[in-house]
C-alpha cells in the first residue's frame, strides 16, 4: 500500500498520499489540503516545494548527478551534441540519423528575421544590457509569428521549437554586434548551429576562418547548460505559460528571470569578482571571509546551489574542459589560476563545508568564454542560448500536461479590517 502523511490539526487528522518519483524522489501530495483542512503550506522561495511533476531532467542535490531524459550528463557531454541534446530534450528520446538530418534542415529553414527586429535592436543603446535586449527581441518575435502554437499538436510545437531556436541563435550573435556598434553577420545555413553562431558573432570579413577547438568548447558547454529541471528561469517560463500565455513571451520572462546575479547572471558576477580580487591583489582569504561574514554583502559568487550539496557535475565538466580548451588555444589566463586557489580554500573552510557550498555550473564557465573571445557581459546570454530547449521542453510539458494556472496563495501580515477615514480627519 502506498505511504502516507497524517497530519493533525485542530484535533482532526488528515491523511496525504506519498508521490515517489522514477529515481526515488519522494514528496507529499497536498494538492487536497486546503479543501480538507484550510491549511495552506508557507515556503519562501519554494525551498521545499515541488511544482509539477517532470520527465525531463533529473537531479540529485546530494550525490551530484544530472541526466536529461535518463542520460548522465557526463556521457551527453562527451559524446552528444548540442543539436542533438536539443531533441532529446524537446523529444524525450535521443533522435534517429534520419531525424536528426530533419530536425537541423527545419531549424535552418527558420533563419529569416523580419527586418523590423533589426529596428528595434538599433533603437537600444549601444550599452544596453545583451540580456534585456535578448528579452525584448524575443517577445518581439510574437508580433512576427501571431498565430499562436497549440503544444498538442505536435508539428505544431515541432515548428514552434525550431522557428524559436534558429532566431535565437542569430538574435544573440546580433545583440552582441550591436554592444560592439558592428555590422550585423547574417546568417549562414551551409554551417552548424554552432559555427553560425559564432561566425555571426566574430566574422568581420572574408579571411574569417571557424576554429573547431572553440566550435566543439561550444557545443559542450550549451549542452551542460540545456536544462536543469525547475530552476528560477523554467519555473518563470512554466508560471507565465500557465495562463497560456504564448511560447515566445513565455521565453521572454524566462530570459528576464536567467539575468538576475543570483541565477544565471552569475558567470559574469563570478568573472568580475576574480577581476577584482586580482586587481585587489590582496589576497585571496580576505576575500573568502568577507564572503562569510554577515554583515558584508560581498558573496562567493558561482559557489552554492539550491539543491546540489555536492559538486555541481557541471562544474567538474566545465573546470577540465577550461584546462583542455585554453591548453588547446595556447591561452593563458591568471584568472584561471585565480579560481582554482579561491575553490581550493573554499572548500577547505569550515563555512562552506558546513553550509555544503560548491563551485556551481557558473564558477568556471566564463573562463572558457573569455578564452573563446566572448566578452563578460555575453556570458549570460549565452546561458540564454544553452537553456533554450530546456525551457521549451519544460513549457512544452507543461502545457500538453494541462498544468492549472499557477497561483500560489499567501499568508496576510498587514493591516486588519479598519473603515476609511476623510482626509481632514487624518
Ligand atoms: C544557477 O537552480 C538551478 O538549478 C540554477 C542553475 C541552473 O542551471 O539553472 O544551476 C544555475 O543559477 C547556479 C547558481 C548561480 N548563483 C550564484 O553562484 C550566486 C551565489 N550563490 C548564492 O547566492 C546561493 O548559493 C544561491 C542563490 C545559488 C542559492 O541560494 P539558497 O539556496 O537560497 O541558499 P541560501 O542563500 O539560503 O544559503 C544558505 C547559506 C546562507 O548562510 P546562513 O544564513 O545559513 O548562515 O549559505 C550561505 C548563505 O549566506 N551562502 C553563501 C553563498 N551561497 C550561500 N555564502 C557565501 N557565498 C555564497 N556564494
Known amino acids: 500500500m ?7 490539526y485542530k484535533d482532526q487528522e488528515f491523511e496525504y498520499p506519498i508521490v515517489e ?7 507529499v501530495d497536498i494538492s487536497k489540503l486546503r479543501g480538507e483542512s484550510g491549511l495552506i503550506t508557507l515556503d519562501p522561495g519554494y525551498k521545499n516545494t515541488g511544482s509539477c511533476e517532470s520527465k525531463i531532467t533529473f537531479l540529485d542535490g546530494e550525490k551530484g548527478k544530472l541526466m536529461y531524459r ?4 557526463e556521457q551527453l557531454a562527451e559524446k552528444s551534441s548540442f ?3 536539443m531533441y532529446l530534450l524537446l523529444e524525450g528520446e535521443l533522435p534517429t540519423a534520419r531525424q536528426l538530418e530533419r530536425w537541423e534542415k527545419t531549424i535552418k529553414s527558420y533563419t529569416y528575421v523580419n527586418d523590423r527586429v533589426r529596428k528595434i535592436l538599433n533603437a537600444f543603446p549601444s550599452n544596453a544590457h545583451p540580456m534585456g535586449v535578448l528579452a ?9 509569428n501571431p498565430k499562436a502554437v497549440d503544444p498538442n499538436k505536435e508539428e505544431d510545437m515541432y515548428h514552434a521549437a525550431a522557428r524559436l531556436i534558429s532566431k535565437m541563435d542569430i538574435l544573440a550573435a546580433w545583440t552582441y554586434r550591436k554592444s560592439n556598434e558592428l555590422e550585423l553577420n547574417e546568417p549562414d545555413s551551409n554551417l552548424s548551429y554552432i559555427e553560425n553562431f559564432y561566425q555571426m558573432m566574430f566574422k568581420n570579413n572574408d579571411k574569417f576562418e571557424l576554429n573547431q577547438t572553440i566550435i566543439s568548447a561550444l557545443d559542450k558547454l550549451l549542452i551542460l547548460h540545456a536544462d536543469h529541471e525547475q530552476n528560477c528561469s523554467a519555473s518563470a ?19 528576464s528571470a536567467l539575468w538576475g546575479p543570483l541565477h544565471g547572471g552569475a558567470n559574469q558576477a563570478v568573472i568580475e569578482m576574480l577581476e577584482r580580487i586580482q586587481s585587489d591583489g590582496g589576497g585571496l582569504q580576505k576575500w573568502v571571509d568577507k564572503a562569510k561574514n554577515k554583515d558584508d554583502e560581498f558573496r562567493l559568487m558561482g559557489f552554492g546551489h539550491r539543491v546540489y550539496k555536492n559538486m555541481d557535475p557541471r562544474a567538474k565538466i566545465i573546470k577540465k574542459a577550461a584546462d583542455d580548451v585554453l591548453g588547446q588555444l595556447g591561452v593563458e589566463d591568471e ?19 558546513e553550509r555544503k557550498l560548491y563551485p556551481n555550473v557558473d564558477f568556471y564557465s566564463g573562463i572558457i568564454y573569455r578564452a573563446l573571445g566572448i566578452p563578460n557581459e555575453m556570458f549570460t546570454v549565452m546561458f540564454a542560448l544553452g537553456r533554450l530547449p530546456g525551457w521549451i521542453s519544460q513549457w512544452k510539458e507543461m502545457r500538453q500536461t494541462f498544468q492549472p494556472i499557477g497561483r500560489p496563495r499567501q499568508v496576510y501580515t498587514g493591516a486588519q479590517t479598519r473603515n476609511y477615514v476623510p482626509i481632514d480627519e487624518r
Open 136 to 144: 525584448t527581441l524575443t517577445s518581439s518575435l510574437t508580433a512576427f
Open 83 to 85: 543539436i542533438e541534446v
Open 21 to 27: 518519483g522514477t529515481m526515488g524522489d519522494v514528496s
Open 70 to 73: 535518463g542520460y548522465p550528463i
Open 2 to 8: 502506498a505511504d502516507k502523511v497524517k497530519i493533525t
Open 335 to 353: 584568472i584561471l589560476d585565480l579560481a582554482r586557489d579561491l575553490e581550493a580554500i573554499a572548500l577547505k573552510d569550515e563555512y562552506f563545508i
Open 237 to 255: 517560463v512554466r508560471l507565465v505559460g500557465s495562463s497560456h500565455a504564448g511560447l515566445f513571451a513565455s521565453i521572454s520572462a524566462g530570459i
